[in-house]
């Protein structure tokens, strides 16, 4: 038995079962390659999903990370930490919004801004019920409470009732939302691109309706950029692409690049709805998860990322556009920048299995699409080689 298979067997002994694992051990990284305990080399066409932007052994990066271990890796939200100060100043100055909280996941994001939306409209009239407004297809984390405005069944089956309360409105479906508005609602959460959903963009007059209507109501737009922020788009901020402001957004995944962290992001009028004592974290902003916060905005802006984005997923967009041209089975393409899937009309689980075998790690987004989200710092000759080994992969499943 090799090395890698006896870890694989002692994973199953040991980790909780919640995942049917991909059959490698991830070692090292490299660049945009990902290599296995056997040497085996892949690129990587996931970043971890959506995390690792910069690329593997950015050695800035790491360097910061080292640096900041051997000054102080924790201490607490009960003083201040130059990382945490550092890091917030840099996403209110990017973003436009007004102030920062800290989390350890995207799921802690949401929970927050939550609860944001929720004290918003109970300090305008404690004594009436709440609820939000999400959109079917949406994905927004596992906690209970983000699990209830998670608008995808599969999520919350075995875990009903859920303890906050949500409606539904179809995506991009500005009607529906209206009628599902009552005075109870006290916010509406959408992603700005719907990532585990399938890959569905939003509308400019959609995010623009959601817009007027929270200004009409003065109850608090949520954008989760958890996934389709940090870039990933080709503008810094999803929503900066349509110009419509959330007043709570939320991020996580390439935030940290790897270090566990996501933060909510408040306007001016969504920052006074929480006050000391309401909200609270020990890990949250911590300074070694800021220190990595900090150096990846750094970066960011030192390797233009946003203008690669702007360069490589045009070009994505046009091979992908390519290989539905040539394929019956590839039944849509849909995306922005480097956050692209492929339905095809039936399950991609072989065809991810395929080209994992020859070298490329993909993933799905739904059982029929394969979404791209690599790191943000990939070539077009990385698209190339990824076309090359996706095509391989279909003709070895005999997909026409
Ligand atoms: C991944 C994701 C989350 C949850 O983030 P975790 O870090 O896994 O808790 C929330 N919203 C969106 C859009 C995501 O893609």
Redesign the pocket.
């Given at each position: 038995m090799s090395n890698m298979q006896e870890y694989m067997t002692r994973g199953e002994e040991y980790i909780l079962k919640t995942y049917n694992r991909y059959q490698i051990v991830l070692e090292k990284g490299e660049g945009v390659y990902l290599y296995d305990m056997n040497g085996k080399k892949y690129l990587d066409f996931a970043a971890g999903?959506?995390v690792f932007a910069l690329g593997y052994q950015n050695q800035e990066y790491n360097d910061a990370l080292k640096n900041q271990i051997d000054k102080i890796l924790h201490t607490s939200n009960l003083y201040y930490n130059q990382p945490a100060i550092d890091a917030a100043e840099k996403i209110v100055k990017t973003s436009g919004m007004e102030k920062v909280f800290f989390t350890n996941?995207?799921?802690?994001?949401?929970e927050g801004a939550l609860k944001v939306a929720r004290k918003y409209a109970y300090l305008k009239d404690p004594s009436r019920d709440y609820e939000f407004i999400a959109m079917n297809h949406?994905?927004?984390?596992?906690s209970q409470g983000?699990l209830a405005v998670t608008g995808n069944a599969h999520y919350q089956d075995g875990f009903v009732p859920v303890p906050m309360r949500a409606v539904f409105a179809d995506f991009n479906d500005l009607e529906d939302v209206k009628s599902k508005i009552t005075d109870k609602t006290c916010g509406i959460i959408c992603?700005v691109v719907?990532?585990?959903g399938g890959i569905y963009p939003a509308k400019q007059e959609f995010l623009q309706g959601l817009r007027d209507i929270c200004d009409e109501k003065d109850i608090l737009l949520i954008f989760?950029?958890?996934?389709?922020g940090m870039g990933r788009c080709g503008s810094l901020y999803a929503h900066d692409l349509y110009g419509v402001k959330p007043d709570v957004m939320?991020l996580?995944?390439a935030l940290g690049c790897g270090v566990?962290v996501?933060a909510f992001v408040t306007n001016e009028k969504a920052s006074h709805a929480l006050v000391p004592g309401d909200h609270g974290t020990t890990y949250g902003g911590n300074p070694f998860a800021t220190a990595a916060v900090s150096k990846v905005y750094d970066l960011f802006d030192e390797m233009d990322i946003v203008g690669n984005v702007n360069k490589v997923g045009p070009y994505l967009y046009e091979k992908l556009e390519e290989l539905k041209e040539k394929y019956t089975s590839i039944v849509d393409h849909r995306g922005v920048g480097l956050m692209q899937g492929l339905e095809f009309e039936g399950p991609v689980a072989d065809i991810i299995l395929k080209a994992m075998d020859s070298g490329l790690i993909l993933i799905s987004a739904g059982a029929n699409i394969i979404r791209f989200v690599p790191p943000l710092v990939i070539t077009k000759e990385h698209v190339d080689e990824m076309i090359q080994i996706l095509e391989q992969s279909l003709q070895a499943c005999n997909l026409q």
């Amino acid at each position: 038995m090799s090395n890698m298979q006896e870890y694989m067997t002692r994973g199953e002994e040991y980790i909780l079962k919640t995942y049917n694992r991909y059959q490698i051990v991830l070692e090292k990284g490299e660049g945009v390659y990902l290599y296995d305990m056997n040497g085996k080399k892949y690129l990587d066409f996931a970043a971890g999903i959506a995390v690792f932007a910069l690329g593997y052994q950015n050695q800035e990066y790491n360097d910061a990370l080292k640096n900041q271990i051997d000054k102080i890796l924790h201490t607490s939200n009960l003083y201040y930490n130059q990382p945490a100060i550092d890091a917030a100043e840099k996403i209110v100055k990017t973003s436009g919004m007004e102030k920062v909280f800290f989390t350890n996941s995207g799921t802690e994001a949401i929970e927050g801004a939550l609860k944001v939306a929720r004290k918003y409209a109970y300090l305008k009239d404690p004594s009436r019920d709440y609820e939000f407004i999400a959109m079917n297809h949406s994905f927004h984390g596992r906690s209970q409470g983000a699990l209830a405005v998670t608008g995808n069944a599969h999520y919350q089956d075995g875990f009903v009732p859920v303890p906050m309360r949500a409606v539904f409105a179809d995506f991009n479906d500005l009607e529906d939302v209206k009628s599902k508005i009552t005075d109870k609602t006290c916010g509406i959460i959408c992603e700005v691109v719907q990532g585990e959903g399938g890959i569905y963009p939003a509308k400019q007059e959609f995010l623009q309706g959601l817009r007027d209507i929270c200004d009409e109501k003065d109850i608090l737009l949520i954008f989760d950029e958890v996934q389709c922020g940090m870039g990933r788009c080709g503008s810094l901020y999803a929503h900066d692409l349509y110009g419509v402001k959330p007043d709570v957004m939320a991020l996580a995944k390439a935030l940290g690049c790897g270090v566990p962290v996501g933060a909510f992001v408040t306007n001016e009028k969504a920052s006074h709805a929480l006050v000391p004592g309401d909200h609270g974290t020990t890990y949250g902003g911590n300074p070694f998860a800021t220190a990595a916060v900090s150096k990846v905005y750094d970066l960011f802006d030192e390797m233009d990322i946003v203008g690669n984005v702007n360069k490589v997923g045009p070009y994505l967009y046009e091979k992908l556009e390519e290989l539905k041209e040539k394929y019956t089975s590839i039944v849509d393409h849909r995306g922005v920048g480097l956050m692209q899937g492929l339905e095809f009309e039936g399950p991609v689980a072989d065809i991810i299995l395929k080209a994992m075998d020859s070298g490329l790690i993909l993933i799905s987004a739904g059982a029929n699409i394969i979404r791209f989200v690599p790191p943000l710092v990939i070539t077009k000759e990385h698209v190339d080689e990824m076309i090359q080994i996706l095509e391989q992969s279909l003709q070895a499943c005999n997909l026409q």
